[in-house]
């Protein structure tokens, strides 16, 4: 069944009007999804009609709708076909939870009969208490209107679980209340590793954050917590074989093993692996506090701060430094189950061990003709004390040797030709270098990339050695509380990318998905909603300041980390909370003010024009509101009176949208002396200046030279 929603709406007849080609490219993609029942359909529940939309994030492999919805009643139950394990009933028993905190229709949470339940679940295999890499995360969910139930199959728990957050985000209102849509989903990810790295080693992050972070991830399908716990910057597990590691090396804050088993488990039961990162023999200064002997120089050592990359490296000629890894390995093997333990392997600079005779010697006595060599000499020794443990390794890109063995798996940093150069090597790997979240690269970004780019020249055989991706949460330039405002919902895209099929490319419907999906996360108790709201209350001393302050952001994003680190040189002790801090990567303006202005420029009918030019004008009228209201608070508040450049020119950039379209409307060409304070006004606009970047500079650009051919086009 299909319904056109475009009659009526300003949408329908954009595209006719765009002279922009990437624009009138974007709105024209708009238009098939507005007639197609798959994502913006209608369906009927007992005469009322309820629009369905599909919000799903990620994207199912197929999806199909058809019949009435299932409606959210008091009746409804839940029972299990076959066995179950306490896995499978706690995530039920969650999903009920939920659903409830969601319709506020009270529920029995007690498994029911067959007859009885409206939603079954079906699970062939229930015997597995914890995720492994390439488990079978497919399932099916069916929605039948007219018999009022909901069947969900699933090949293992962990397919189940998928299922679960599927069934959450289809719920829906409906006049009646809520309802389940009349779907069909047959669904499984394209690639079985889908991660998100969490930098602890450089600043901290406290165990309700990991969790929550967690939920984040479950709810979008995340499958892999990769966990960066040592660094130069701390050494973040409780070590009971060699306790100086923490108590030396992580100047207080770190993980006790309780704490991380706990993770682990809570982890496990989201169908989350979680693979620990030990950063060697680069990246590990705080390993040599409490250890000295380790170090290739003689020290003394302390904890760093300063965001560099330093030359303190593990010594991998003394029998005495895998003797320490094989204990350290074999103790941290039995805390973290899964099959996988990262070994780090990047940017290990090789002054300390060429200004060591002894390591020199030894060097030449192996043949071992540089750095690099003697690298993968190390890398060699640990994986065999991997392997004794039960431990398959995994590294960044620099551990790629000819040397090593196949069954290393790559993590690329550097982007997807070198990990097309592993995979011909026999290496599996994984993608990361486009997803780096501390990058603030926008969501349209992330999503155009891919691990298995179109025209990659991979056989076959070589594709299916890439496992998928992660994106990276470096901790440089942020603490805990601003981490997760960074991490989502952007990493929700990653999901998809990773879960989705292939074709799945319409950024567009990405951005309304992902509102969506923000809005999901926030619901469950992911802060990244949160953190900034609460930043500018107390930024501002009240409400009403703190909405001043997000409307003056919301043209406005971070500087990238390069920049960040030029302007700012911020070590991993420098306070985090500026107004950068808490201004988001990818603000929505930055992608809707271009189609409304191409929209006011080019559209002839004279009712819409009139109305673009309304819309437009109380933008820039609101502008200049939000920067009076933000420039008297910054008379007393000196976080915001430190973006004094940002604040003097958003006036200017309001007042230039007004004048030009002033210009615009009157036909009259603007004098050569505004048109030059104006293009002034855009170059100062455009530098970096404290840690924020404008938005929304193209389309005033656009207005500017409108403006300037207003006379001309008469």
């Keep these: 069944m299909k319904r056109n929603l475009t009659n009526g709406t300003g949408l329908s007849n954009l595209a006719a ?51 009435d919805p299932v409606a959210i009643t008091s009746a409804f139950a839940l029972s299990f076909k076959g066995a179950t394990n306490p896995l499978l009933i706690a995530s039920a028993r969650q999903l009920l939870d939920r659903l409830e905190a969601q319709t506020l229709v009270q529920l029995d949470k007690n498994p029911r009969s067959s007859a009885e339940a409206i939603l079954s679940i079906e699970v062939d295999d229930t015997s597995m208490t914890r995720p492994t890499l390439g488990v079978d995360e497919s399932y099916s969910l069916d929605v039948n209107g007219a018999q009022g139930k909901v069947l969900l199959r699933a090949k293992t728990i962990f397919g189940a679980m998928h299922g679960f957050e599927t069934f959450l985000q289809l719920v829906q209102p ?78 207080g804050q770190y993980y006790t093993q309780e704490e991380a088993r706990n993770i ?20 590990s200064t705080a390993w040599f506090v409490g250890y000295p002997e380790l170090a290739a120089a003689p020290g003394p050592y302390h904890v760093e701060h300063e965001n560099k990359i330093f030359n303190a490296v593990m010594d991998p000629t003394r029998d005495s430094t895998y003797k320490f890894l094989d204990v350290l390995l074999g103790e941290m093997a039995g805390l973290f189950p899964d099959e996988y333990m990262h070994i780090g392997g990047d940017e290990a600079k090789t002054v300390d061990w060429m200004a060591n005779p002894a390591i020199v010697i030894f060097m030449q006595k192996h043949s071992l003709k540089d750095g690099k060599a003697l690298q993968a000499y190390f890398n060699l020794r640990v994986q065999a004390i991997l392997k004794k443990h ?8 620099e551990i790629l040797e000819p040397e090593l063995s196949s069954d290393v798996i790559i993590q690329s940093w550097r982007g997807t030709e070198f990990l097309g150069n592993g995979a011909r090597q026999g290496h599996r790997g994984f993608l990361s270098q486009p997803w780096y979240l501390d990058h603030m690269y926008s969501a349209a970004q992330m999503y155009a990339a891919d691990p298995l780019p179109e025209g990659n020249t991979l056989s076959p055989a ?59 996360l926030d619901a469950i108790g992911v802060n990244h909603l949160v953190e900034p709201q609460r930043a500018f209350r107390q930024m501002a ?16 994003q971070p500087v990238d980390y390069r920049e960040r680190s030029k302007e700012q040189h911020p070590s991993t002790v420098t306070p985090v909370g500026h107004l950068a801090d808490f201004t988001a990567p990818d603000p929505s303006p930055r992608r809707t003010l271009p189609i409304l202005v191409d929209a ?27 920067s009076s209201a933000v420039n008297a608070l910054a008379a007393t508040r000196p976080l915001i009176a430190e973006v004094s450049q940002r604040r003097g020119e958003l006036p200017q950039l309001a007042f230039l949208g007004l004048e030009a379209m002033a210009y615009i409307e009157s036909r009259n060409a603007p004098t050569s002396d505004w048109l030059t304070t104006q293009k002034e006004v855009l170059s100062r606009a455009s530098l970096h200046k404290e840690l924020l970047d404008f938005v929304i500079l193209d389309p005033l650009n656009d207005l500017l030279k409108a403006s300037e051919q207003s006379q001309k086009s008469q």
Aim: glycine letters at 6%.
């Design 390 to 397: 039960g431990k398959q390794m995994v590294g960044w890109d």
């Design 541 to 556: 001393g009240s409400e009403e300041g703190a909405r001043k302050l997000a409307l003056f952001t919301s043209i406005l």
């Design 462 to 520: 070589q594709a299916k050695l890439v496992l998928g991706g992660e994106a990276c949460m470096w901790s440089n330039h942020l603490s805990w509380i601003n981490e997760e405002s960074r991490i989502w919902p952007r990493s929700a895209v990653v999901a998809e990318r990773l879960w989705s099929p292939a074709t799945a490319r319409d950024t567009v419907d990405m951005y309304r998905r992902l509102d969506a999906t923000s809005l999901r």
């Design 264 to 283: 682990v488990q809570y982890a496990s039961a989201r169908g989350i692996r979680v693979v620990p990162e030990f950063d060697i023999p680069g990246h």
């Design 600 to 626: 006011y420029l080019h559209d002839r009918n004279p009712e819409k024009h009139e109305a673009y030019r309304t819309q437009l004008h109380g933008i820039f009228m609101s502008w200049l509101a939000s």
């Design 17 to 67: 009007y765009c002279t922009n080609p990437s624009v009138k490219t974007l709105v024209k993609r708009l238009l098939p999804l507005l007639a197609t029942v798959s994502l913006f359909g209608a369906i009927h529940s007992r005469g009322q009609r309820a629009p369905f939309e599909n919000d799903l994030m990620p994207l199912p492999s197929t999806l199909n709708v058809s019949g």
């Design 174 to 251: 409906s006049p009646n209340g809520f309802v389940i849509p009349p779907v069909h989903i047959v669904d499984s990810p394209r690639f079985p590793w889908r991660g998100l790295m969490l930098d602890a080693g450089r600043r901290y992050m406290p165990v309700e954050q990991v969790l929550r972070t967690l939920d984040g991830m479950a709810a979008v399908k995340l499958n892999v917590l990769h966990w960066h716990l040592t660094e130069d910057f701390g050494f973040r597990i409780e070590s009971k074989k060699f306790p100086q590691l923490h108590e030396l090396g992580s100047e």
